[in-house]
């Protein structure tokens, strides 16, 4: 079993940037596939980011490419979002998820865990 906290939303004008975190317990941290998550009020939750077991392989929506870099560092039991370039619709609460999958997916009903989630606001 993992559990899952978020940190570091929070609000920000349009152009900067925020780092978001997710620390993880348990002891097979690095067996699972993770991914952000992002959902705004009155929509359905959407991808945002995946990266590998390994760290080597990383996802992104078309929406945040370029911007947005996902990270893990599987010695800390963490995985981070990169924001960059923020703009208004980036406005949600994000969530971390662990995948203990094996096939590459971007869909929110495959994942096992999630964290509460954190608010990002991003003003005019």
């Known amino acids: 079993q993992v559990q899952l906290v978020e940190s570091g939303g929070g609000l920000v004008q349009a152009g900067g940037s925020l780092r978001l975190s997710c620390a993880a317990s348990g002891r097979t941290f690095s067996s699972y596939a993770m991914g952000w998550f992002r959902q705004a009020p009155g929509k359905e939750r959407e991808f945002v980011a995946r990266?590998?077991?390994?760290?080597?392989?990383?996802y992104y929506a078309d929406s945040v490419r370029g911007r947005f870099t996902i990270s893990r560092d599987n010695a800390k039991n963490a995985v981070y979002l990169q924001m960059n370039s923020l703009k208004p619709e980036d406005t949600a609460m994000y969530y971390c998820a662990a995948d203990g999958g094996k096939v590459v997916t971007t869909t929110p009903r495959t994942y096992d865990y999630w964290g509460q989630g954190t608010e990002v606001t991003v003003s005019s």
């Open positions: 990266i590998s077991r390994s760290g080597i392989s990383t």
